[in-house]
């Protein structure tokens, strides 16, 4: 089966530029997770998707980040204006239903690089 | 508030040996654990799940882990080593506080590096 599919790889930008990832899930998977990792640390959730609707966004720096589901499958997740500190690996992954104890798959992240 | 603790930052074991990679918990109800994997330039992969019922679990490429409740430890280990087991291993535990309570809180990471 495809895997989670996300673009671009990599992306370098000034700070206070904006920068936009997508994400496109596997097929059929109602869940969606982005995933801020930093260097050196464990990844970190930034919003869950359940179809369209947001479960938890309480991690996510609303005030410059946003992301959309719209309808239910692809996903884009902006940052505006980005700082420095924003500079790490962002990981899109899915799940099929969303239930606990389900594994998660995750695609190859995008690279952000913000000088 | 749940977390997960990985004390190595890399562990280092020559192939064929027995290798084990730490990871320690805490949480407020039913710890749900998992370890995923992840290679250069790619995606984590999930390597296996403790859930409820045997304390050793098996998962993929021959890895198992043992959850001790007692230690409150769900470590990582393999009989013998591959140098294709070089990687970054994540310890992650179900967080609990979101609405679904399926979203993952991981560990920082430890590094295996397996030498031939």
């Known amino acids: 089966e495809a895997g989670v599919a996300q673009s671009p790889r990599y992306k370098i930008i000034e700070k206070r530029q904006s920068v936009a990832f997508w994400c496109n899930p596997i097929?059929?998977?109602?869940?969606l997770y982005w995933y801020q990792q930093i260097l050196g640390q464990g990844p970190k959730l930034l919003i869950q998707?359940?179809?369209?609707?947001?479960?938890?966004d309480s991690q996510l720096p609303k005030d410059r980040f946003s992301a959309e589901r719209l309808k239910g499958v692809d996903s884009t997740l902006k940052i505006q204006p980005a700082k420095l500190e924003d500079s790490a690996v962002y990981l899109c992954?899915?799940?099929?239903?969303?239930?606990?104890?389900?594994?998660?798959?995750f695609g190859s992240g995008t690279q952000l690089s913000v000088l | 508030a749940q977390s997960v603790a990985q004390p190595e930052d890399q562990v280092n074991v020559a192939e064929g040996n027995p290798l084990t990679v730490k990871c320690t918990y805490s949480?407020?109800?039913?710890?749900?654990l998992f370890w995923y994997v992840q290679y250069p330039n790619r995606g984590l992969q999930f390597l296996l799940k403790?859930?409820?019922?045997?304390?050793l679990v098996k998962g993929s490429y021959g890895f198992e882990a043992e959850f001790n409740k007692s230690q409150t430890s769900f470590h990582l280990k393999k009989p013998s080593a591959l140098v294709s087991d070089s990687a970054l291993y994540f310890c992650?535990?179900?967080?609990?506080?979101?609405?679904?309570?399926?979203?993952?809180?991981f560990g920082k990471g430890t590094t295996l590096s397996v030498s031939s």
């Open positions: 998707f359940q179809n369209n609707g947001v479960v938890d």
């Open positions: 992650a535990v179900r967080d609990e506080r979101g609405q679904a309570g399926t979203a993952l809180i």
């Open positions: 403790y859930i409820t019922g045997d304390n």
């Open positions: 097929s059929g998977h109602a869940t």
């Open positions: 992954a899915s799940s099929l239903v969303g239930r606990w104890n389900e594994k998660l798959f």
């Open positions: 949480v407020s109800g039913n710890p749900y």
